[in-house]
């Protein structure tokens, strides 16, 4: 089978032809269907992440269930299934606490090698699922039954990018009807959490984005405000918005300490700010100390969302079915495997806000 394999840092992905290895009990064969282009597969790549080559990466995806081991009880051959990033065992504290995607068994299947290269060399995959693949080989607590007839790449995007952002909206900081809502950071975990707010009812959306075309799909998907860093300093123009007093939630969507301060900046008094993008592993924030304290401001982290997979992806289908979640406009483009590199080097132009392999 075909896969990307990232093979050095800064480098492009190889698409070679590789040999799946023989899987385990637990384990299932899915053909993979749509895979989304993640920014966070750009930050491995780059080594924002630290993983290291060589490795199939793609972490976003979505397919139908080929084989199944003999101890596998979730799925079955045929089943149509989402790729969880986060492995959830459904056994652990964690996951008995309706928090799977802190599972404390995730690293268990997260390191298996998968695949050999032509030259005998053995390869990992990203988060145990390596979607950028014609197939992928993972335990069964990576991957979630969903009954629908959603197009395939629309089902890879509840993979990560829909559920990390309406997840931050709706499971970590339960943004409230009538609120006002800061999202800094347009790009497809920024346009989800816009949606997110707006199912929650927040009464205004405040989009920020050097990129005028992520600000008019903002608009598009339920923004009520745009918001240019480039016109002038954010914090005094989410200000003017919110008569002087700053947001009740502020969405930091891109992973630059900085600008997790700066979301920190545009909450009133009270108000919450929420980490979702992914910095650099040993970046540090800083943040003003009296408003903290004294003006009892909340910095929230947040990973998936929040999100319990098991209970939130069919949540999320059900949304779409519904038209209450757009994803159709969240896909920019459908690419070949092969025209991967192409596909990251559109997303670091910033002329995306998702490719899509199918
Ligand atoms: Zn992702
Ligand atoms: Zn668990």
């Known amino acids: 089978m075909k896969a990307a394999i990232f093979t050095e840092n800064d480098g492009p992905l190889s698409v070679e032809d590789v040999k799946p290895l023989d899987p385990g009990p637990r384990d299932v064969v899915v053909k993979v269907t749509a895979s989304g282009l993640c920014h966070s597969d750009l930050s491995v790549i780059n080594g924002t992440l630290p993983m290291p080559p060589p ?7 979505a397919g139908i269930v080929e084989w199944v081991g003999a ?6 051959e045929g089943d149509r299934v989402i790729g969880s990033f986060i492995p959830a065992c459904g ?8 928090q799977s995607n802190l599972c404390e068994n995730t690293y268990t299947v997260m390191m298996n090698p998968r695949c050999e290269r032509s ?3 053995h390869l990992p995959t990203m988060t145990g699922l390596g979607t950028f693949a014609e197939q992928m080989t993972c335990d069964e607590m990576s991957v979630v039954k969903v009954e629908t007839d959603l197009p395939d790449e629309q089902l890879a995007l509840i993979g990560c990018g829909v559920t990390t952002g309406v997840g931050a909206a709706l499971n970590t ?8 809502v800061v999202v800094i950071g347009c790009g497809g975990v920024g346009q989800a959490v816009i949606q ?5 009812g927040a009464a205004r959306i405040i989009a920020v984005d050097p990129v005028a075309f992520k600000r008019d799909t903002a608009l598009k998907l339920g923004a009520t405000d745009a918001v240019d860093p480039e016109a002038g300093d954010v914090v005094a123009q989410v200000q003017a918005l919110t008569g002087g007093r700053g947001a009740d939630y502020a969405f930091e969507v891109i992973g630059v300490p900085d600008l997790i301060t ?3 900046n545009c909450v009133r008094n009270g108000g919450a700010a929420i980490a979702v993008g992914v910095p650099r592993f040993d970046a540090l924030v800083n943040l003003p100390t009296y408003p903290l304290v004294l003006g009892e401001k909340r910095l929230l982290g947040t990973v998936y969302g929040s999100a319990n997979v ?5 949540r999320l289908v059900g949304l779409v079915e519904t038209g209450r979640l757009d994803i159709g406009d969240m896909v920019s483009s459908t690419i070949p495997l092969d025209d991967i590199n192409k596909g990251f080097d559109a997303m670091k132009a910033g002329e995306v806000i998702r490719s899509v392999i199918v």
Do not use: M, N, Y
């Open 55 to 61: 490795a199939v990466l793609g972490h976003e995806g």
């Open 173 to 180: 900081a339960r943004v409230e009807p009538g609120s006002t």
């Open 310 to 314: 098991r209970r939130d992806f069919p």
């Open 119 to 121: 030259d005998g060399t």
């Open 196 to 200: 997110g707010a707006r199912i929650a």
């Open 71 to 76: 101890e596998v009880s979730r799925v079955k």
């Open 91 to 98: 056994t652990c504290w964690f996951c008995l606490h309706d």
């Open 262 to 264: 700066q979301a920190f």
